[in-house]
């Protein structure tokens, strides 16, 4: 069982920056990936970034290239989401989710999900 909780949620003006974080716990795997999510008022959730454990490769929705960046903490089981020139559009709840990384990015299966970090950009 993974345990995943989310933080650093706020309110920020636009063109602002703001950095989540997702401390993970419970039993982790290296094989694992790390994924970032949102989800704003009448929308479906929508897949933002993820990251390997192992190697740290990345993979990034277009709409978000070039303005966020994930990064992982080994030592601390922290994956963290860095944020910048955020934009009106941007304001969503955000989760973190982990899940076993099968070969492919879109075949990892998010088994573990946090509550969610609420992200609001004011225009």
């Known amino acids: 069982q993974v345990q995943v909780a989310e933080s650093g949620g706020g309110l920020v003006q636009a063109g602002g920056s703001l950095r989540l974080s997702c401390a993970a716990s419970?039993?982790?795997?290296?094989?694992?990936?790390m994924g970032w999510f949102r989800q704003a008022p009448g929308k479906e959730r929508e897949f933002v970034a993820a990251i390997r454990w192992s190697g740290g490769s990345t993979y990034y929705a277009d709409f978000v290239k070039g303005r966020f960046t994930i990064s992982r903490e080994n030592a601390k089981n922290t994956v963290y989401l860095q944020m910048a020139r955020l934009k009106p559009e941007d304001t969503a709840v955000y989760y973190c989710a982990a899940g076993e990384f099968r070969g492919s990015w879109y075949r990892v299966s998010y088994d573990y999900w946090g509550q969610g970090t609420q992200v609001t950009v004011s225009s």
């Open positions: 419970g039993r982790t795997f290296s094989s694992y990936a």
